[in-house]
Nanobody, 135 residues
Framework: QMQVVESGGGLVQPGGSLRLSCAAS????????VGWFRQAPGQGPEGVSC????????LYADSMKGRFTISRGIDDNTVYLEMHSLKPEDTAMYYC????????????????????????????WGQGTQVTVSS
């Protein structure tokens, strides 16, 4: 069964850092796209960042550029989101999600799923990890 599990959230002071993990099981991340999204109380979901696993392309929301870094672990089946210079407005439940690759019938191989910031494009979601930024 395909699933992703987030971890690494917690309480941190403004200006602090956290590293979130998105561990995949039941499949290998090659050719998938992995996205991070967040939702604060009373607000709609917001795209944070995404990565195309096999070609390494990344995208970030404007407010996260320069503060957040998305990456894939070298030997594990995990995607990381490093967050620095955290602000109270970063407080939210953070979710990771995966977008499945396309299969190219004529070439008999998968095609890298594009990294996009639209939550509707992602098919499997984790349960989320809470990040609270407060003094």
């Amino acid at each position: 069964q395909m699933q992703v599990v987030e971890s690494g959230g917690g309480l941190v002071q403004p200006g602090g850092s956290l590293r979130l993990s998105c561990a995949a099981s039941g499949f290998h991340l090659d050719y998938y796209a992995v996205g991070w999204f967040r939702q604060a109380p009373g607000q709609g979901p917001e795209g944070v960042s995404c990565i195309s696993i096999s070609d390494g392309k990344t995208l970030y929301a404007d407010s996260m550029k320069g503060r957040f870094t998305i990456s894939r672990g070298i030997d594990d089946n995990t995607v990381y989101l490093e967050m620095h210079s955290l602000k109270p407005e970063d407080t939210a439940m953070y979710y990771c999600a995966i977008r499945k690759p396309f299969w190219i019938q004529d070439l008999n191989r998968p095609e890298q799923a594009p990294c996009v910031m639209s939550q509707d494009s992602y098919e499997v979601w984790g349960q989320g990890t809470q990040v609270t930024v407060s003094s």
